[in-house]
Every structure is written in structure tokens, then in C-alpha cells.
């Protein structure tokens, strides 16, 4: 006799999917952004970055996926991106590859960064210093930051800093140290963290 199996049935929210990682991480973790707005994602992942229990010096990735009807796909740098960030240039998101890496490097306390891929160098470039203006009020509270604000006067600007012979962009608080960091390390490549520890470690 013949017995018909049933096709399997997959539920998009735990099908299991092949996210690639720009560098080696230790661990990886899916968050799911279905039908929340910028103040919710901003607000999940802020507790996801402290509460993470990462060991110390690993590296997880965290990837962003979300459902089209039965499928779902990881979201892209560019969508990640303008979805998040209110004040992000067009012509940065426009420089974006869609890889990019979004992980918590337990070191220092649970330190995020990204890093992204780019396809032009000039727009990423030129990008991140207009959103130079805007970028802490758009990242630190999405890197549970939002308390660095405070330690920030109207005159904060980012300065030039030379770190492990490469060009970097910091940006101090009112007693000197730096509270975020990005750096074109080649010309496919942006890199953003808050510590320099984990830069050196990217």
C-alpha cells in the first residue's frame, strides 16, 4: 500500500534561516520585528544589548527578520536603517550593500557596533558627517545609551582621532571620554561602536 505524507507545514516565525556574518561571532540570535513601530525596536533591542548574556570577550550577532505573508527574510542594511534611525541621510543609506552586522562584544559590560558594507565610499563618507548632527539622539538610545545624552553639552562635536593607525571619528562627553566611534576602516567598510576596545577587537 501507499501512505501520502503531508508536506510539513513551516511556521515563518521558527523556520530557521542561513544569516552570514562579516566577521567570525560566537553566537547569533533572531529578533523577530513584525508590526512594531521605531520607539518599540529601538526600545527591544536597548534591553536586548544589557541584558545579553554574552561571555566575556565572545561576540553575538543579532540579525532582524521579518514576515511578507507565509515568508520570512532577514531585513536589509538599508531597511534596518531608515526604519530605526529618523535622521539618517539618504544619500548614507544609499551607500549601504544590503550585509551588514549588528553585535554585542562583551568586554567592556555588553559594548554594541555595527558594521556595515558599503558600494560607495564618497556617500558613505560624506553621509556620516551630516548625520554627524543627529547621530546620538538616533543611536545611543537604540545602544541603550540614552543616560550619555545627559553628559553631552550643544557644543559636542566629533574630532578626528587617530587609533591603531586607523582614521577615526570620536565624539567625547563632558569628562573627556568617548562615547561612540565610527571609522571607514577600507573603502567597502563602516564600522560604529561606542568603545574603542571593541573597535580594536572588530
Known sequence: FFVQKQKEQINPKTATLAVSSIIFVNTQKEMLIDG????????VIAKE?????????FIEQLFFTRTEGAIKTIVSAGDFFSLVFEHIPPTLLRSFEKEYLFG??????NTPFFIVRLNSFENAF???LKWEKFITDDILPLFGKT?????????SRFEDYLFINQDTRIL????GDIVLLYALPDRD????TTDQDTFKEI
Request: glycine share 12%; hydrophobic share 45%; charged share 25%.
Open 104 to 109: 554585542i562584544h562583551a568586554f567592556n559590560g
Open 189 to 192: 567598510t563602516l564600522v560604529i
Open 147 to 155: 543616560e550619555v545624552l545627559k553628559m553631552l553639552t550643544g557644543g
Open 36 to 43: 512594531k513601530d521605531r520607539d518599540a525596536i529601538v526600545a
Open 172 to 175: 567625547r562627553n563632558t569628562s
Open 126 to 128: 560624506s553621509g556620516m
Open 49 to 57: 544589548i544589557k541584558g545579553a548574556n554574552v561571555r566575556l570577550d
